[in-house]
């Protein structure tokens, strides 16, 4: 958002009320049962929200964990961050996750090998697989990234088979959620976290520790995933700010990925 976007809000607002997207000001002029600032920041929350899903709740509450660091050897590309504290201790991290029911690592397919080393007996390892960066290597180009899971919540197979159905590997491209406040480089889509807490069997009543916050968007998907629907269904006639140029991908596309977050 430019610094007139920015200007232009504050002043036009007097209602006192935030976006529920990127917690701006919504202007006077918009309607009074308005979430959100403008028709880009709704349209962005929709498909966000879409993209997560819910979850069902199942069997008593977890208490859950999600960590992703800076990958081993890619730090430098947060050290203009504000949490920035140089290279992760993989073994001290795991070791803080093995506390919690159930945990998932991002790590780099690269770094796979000595962070599972690190790992206790019986853990698994899912796929996202990203698409790879177009670009000419040498060498093959890395087109997925791993996950390293644990613990969780088994599924009921009592439920309907569409409603518990769990695959531990995902296909879907990214591409920059630049409508995404605060983001970095790295985040990971919504369709992402929606998956990740799938593997963990996770679901409304849960709490969920996301250990590496950056841009925030596991907490937003995870708010979403773990709210009824009730109350996210919220009316929503955001006053139109002008055309919505922003056309995120929401499907199985395949752009230059970014390289991994915390």
Known sequence: MSKDDTTRRVQLSTTGRTCAWCT??????????????????????????R??????????????????PPYPGKAHYYKDHPDYAGEVDHADLI?????????ALSTSAAALPDVLALCPPGVRVAAWHRGERPTPSTWPLSAWEPVIYTGGRPCDPSRPAGATR???????????????????????????????????????????????????????????????PSSLAMPDASN?????TLHEATHDTCPQPQEPAA
């Open 51 to 68: 993209a997560v899903g819910k979850g069902v709740a199942a069997g008593r509450p977890l208490h859950l964990a999600y960590a992703d």
């Open 166 to 228: 769990r695959v531990d590997s995902l296909v879907h491209g990214i591409s920059p959620m630049t409508t995404l406040p605060g983001r970095v480089i790295g985040t990971k889509p919504p369709a992402f976290a929606a998956w990740m807490f799938a593997l963990l069997g996770a679901g409304p009543g849960d709490i969920l520790d996301d250990l590496f916050p950056g841009s925030g968007a596991i907490t937003r998907a995870w708010t979403t995933y773990t709210t009824e």
């Open 95 to 103: 070791r803080r996750l093995c506390r919690y029911d159930g945990w």
């Open 240 to 244: 139109p700010a002008g055309p919505d």
């Open 24 to 49: 701006g000001p919504i202007p006077d002029t918009a309607r009074v049962d308005a979430v959100c600032c403008s028709t880009r920041c709704r349209q962005a929350r929709h498909r966000f929200t």
